[in-house]
């Protein structure tokens, strides 16, 4: 099926518009369309009328132009015959926002759209969903512009079950500064499910990290989506809800037992490369560092600080998670010495972490990545800043981001992230450095980068 | 489905009543694809127990075969080391008093480190490889490696250093390492099996696989329908 027409569409068409519920989610998706979105978008609802000064139309089949994509929310009773009419004008993809399918057991009535589609040959999102959302391009969430946090264009594709955690998701990558390629909720996935959305994006050149919010595949479907996980050389980030057992189902073997339905979608997904996050920050965290730093590496950090506690803090995240803080040789620490500003070079440790002291200015912070980024020994650097010590100026984010862009190696910061530090986490975000706030948060980055070794 | 061969079926078919299938039953399917077992008899009364015994040597165990026990440790029914005639004797006679008796399995004794290695047909995934420390304490330490079927030799060996207690594999505190190749080619025999049988299975227990220096042996099985 070719899905272009779903994320890229020229023209539009939103069936169920009405002319006298401004509120009507049909509504709102028409008005934020028109007014912000370049695709051309047409209302229909079979009473006719107006919106905005715009034509309602009483058919699909009224339109003159070609349909790309049609955005249903009509009742569920109704979708059947929509569908019938979008296929009879050629339409080439439909977004079906409309619930009360499958999740409020009507299966049957799923059943019946997903036979009509599949036979007229128009691939759907949905039922029960938001849509997509792509930025500058095209966005059927029912919500208010107004109300929308909206992150970066980047380079996440996020495919969810839930609606909701979707629109979540973006606050927290707008907040992050996790830029977005392309976000769809596929709801009941009745027809388009994780399978096809993951061959979408791994051909799609906007798309540098691909990221699921699963809650349960259905038969056999979780063994298609690893298989076809391991052809895909971009990274896959998963986070998955229902991970407790299913209440006391009888379990006559110790197999069965031991390897329930989380450890066996656990287990599956390492197998096949396949990253899952286990909380929320690990999964933004993913995000972040994936889109940034898409090259897997082995996991060897040097460290950065000003402060001997946050590098042991992050010492002990490192061994937590199976990342080696390699121990740095007495001949390097003795040359690195000789470059570093002379208030701190009797004071610092050299050591691995490298703890500058509070008297240490950019100045040092270059040297150090300089000379960790040469080494062999090293295939990554985190730096734990604390802009509260005087010598940090907020221009060290773009210093050390063109250190790292020098090497290419990856670098990875932890910022308190407040405002008033904003230029200097910008600094390194803006050049595609990713900052944490916090100091788990940044080992979790690099943990990432591993790309699932054990 | 078209590959397995047809008594593995009947037997399969023979079973569906019970929902599993008897031991001595499992441990035929598992030699015929390789897999190595105990010398083992199903004896139906005391004199075919004792002339087995007497050709493999003592000392023997005896396990009772029963349609009704599945959890045969739970009721008494394994009996380890037994070291001649009298005690055989009196094993037999309190296995037959025990529900649904259809005989008792006499085997050689086989020593080893103790594996659990299982399978179990997933609704999302199908079927899964369980790979761990085995014996009665294999759900109070969980220390057990899973992969999506089918496995390559390679895989085996990273399911065992996924284990928390991989040491006690490598020789530990004097006594012999495993044999990584009996117990790879093991692993992928079972995995062979369990992507043949996947219709027709629900979940595989063999616990205890007995591995020593020389031998991965099938001590114990079960399989669910």
């Known amino acids: ?454 | 489905m078209m590959d397995v061969r047809p008594e593995i079926i009947k037997i399969i078919n023979d079973s569906r009543g019970n929902g599993w299938v008897l031991e001595p039953d499992a441990k035929f399917i598992f030699s015929l694809y390789g897999l190595d077992v105990p010398k083992f008899i199903l004896a139906r009364n005391q004199s075919e127990a004792l002339r087995f015994a007497h050709d493999i040597g003592y000392p023997v165990v005896a396990k009772v075969v029963s349609t009704v026990i599945l959890h045969k440790s739970d009721v008494g029914g394994v009996v380890v080391g037994i070291p001649d005639d009298t005690h055989l004797k009196d094993v037999f006679a309190r296995f037959m008093l025990m529900e649904g008796f259809v005989g008792v399995l006499i085997e050689e004794m086989v020593r080893g480190v103790e594996l659990i290695l299982g399978s179990k047909v997933d609704l999302q995934f199908g079927p899964m490889i369980l790979l761990g420390i085995g014996g009665t304490g294999v759900e109070i330490y969980q220390d057990v490696s899973l992969r999506m079927a089918p496995l390559l030799p390679a895989d085996v060996q990273g399911m065992l250093t996924g284990l928390q207690a991989h040491k006690l594999l490598e020789g530990y505190r004097g006594t012999e390492p495993v044999n990584k190749d009996k117990l790879e080619n093991t692993v992928v025999a079972f995995s062979n099996l369990v992507m043949d049988l996947s219709a027709l299975i629900e979940s595989i227990d063999i616990n205890p696989l007995l591995c020593s220096s020389k031998r991965c042996v099938v001590a114990d099985a079960r399989i669910m329908l």
């Open chain 1, 1 to 454: 099926m070719d899905l272009k027409p779903l994320f890229a569409p020229k023209t539009m068409a939103v069936i169920g518009v009405s002319s006298s519920n401004y509120q009507h989610p049909a509504n709102v998706i028409f008005t934020k369309n028109l007014h912000r979105y370049p695709v051309r978008v047409f209302a229909v609802n079979p009473r006719g009328g107006a919106i905005n000064g715009q034509t309602i139309y009483k058919s699909i089949s009224d339109i003159s132009e070609k349909i790309d994509l049609a955005v249903i929310a009509v009742r569920a009773e109704s979708v059947p015959d929509v569908l019938s009419e979008c296929i009879k004008s050629h339409v080439c993809c439909a977004a079906i926002i409309t619930g009360g399918f499958k999740e409020v057991g009507r299966a049957d009535l799923q059943d019946r759209i997903v036979a009509i589609a599949s036979e007229g040959n128009l691939p759907f999102i949905g039922p029960n969903c938001l849509g997509i959302y792509v930025p500058s391009l095209v966005d059927t969430f029912f919500l208010p512009s107004e109300r929308m946090v909206k992150p970066d264009p980047g380079g996440v594709s996020f495919v969810s079950q839930s609606g909701g955690i979707l629109v979540d998701m973006m606050i927290k990558f707008a907040d992050e500064g996790v830029g977005l390629a392309k976000a769809v909720s596929i709801g009941n996935k009745a027809l388009i499910n994780e399978i096809d959305m993951l061959s979408y994006f791994s051909d799609d050149p906007a798309t540098k990290v691909i990221a699921f919010y699963i809650e349960g595949f259905d038969r056999n479907e979780g063994r298609e989506f690893v298989l076809a996980a391991k052809k895909c050389s971009k990274p896959l980030i998963v986070i998955k809800s229902g991970k407790s057992p299913e209440g006391s189902r009888a379990v006559s073997s110790h197999t069965a037992s031991l390897a329930g339905d989380y450890a066996s979608f656990s287990s599956a997904l390492a197998q096949y490369g396949v990253l899952e996050a286990k909380t929320e920050l690990e999964f933004i965290s993913f995000c972040e560092a994936l889109s940034a730093y898409p090259q897997p590496i082995d996991g060897k950090v040097g460290i950065l600080t000003v402060s001997g506690g946050h590098g042991a803090m992050a010492v002990d995240a490192c061994t937590l998670n199976g990342i080696s803080v390699p121990a740095l040789s007495k001949s390097f620490q003795d040359e690195l010495r000789k470059k570093l500003t002379q208030s701190i070079a009797q004071i610092a440790s050299l050591s691995n972490p490298l703890d500058l002291t509070g008297s240490a200015i950019d100045e040092d912070f270059v040297a150090c990545t300089n000379a960790l980024f040469n080494m062999e020994e090293v295939d990554c650097v985190l730096a734990l800043l604390l802009p509260y010590v005087p010598g940090i100026t907020s221009d060290l984010g773009s210093k050390l981001s063109s250190v790292a862009s020098h090497f290419g190696k990856p670098l990875v910061a932890y910022i308190p992230h407040v405002e008033k530090y904003n230029m200097l986490i910008e600094g390194f975000e803006l050049n595609g450095v990713p900052v944490s706030p916090s100091i788990d948060g940044s080992v979790q980055m690099v943990k990432a980068m591993r790309r699932n070794r054990p």
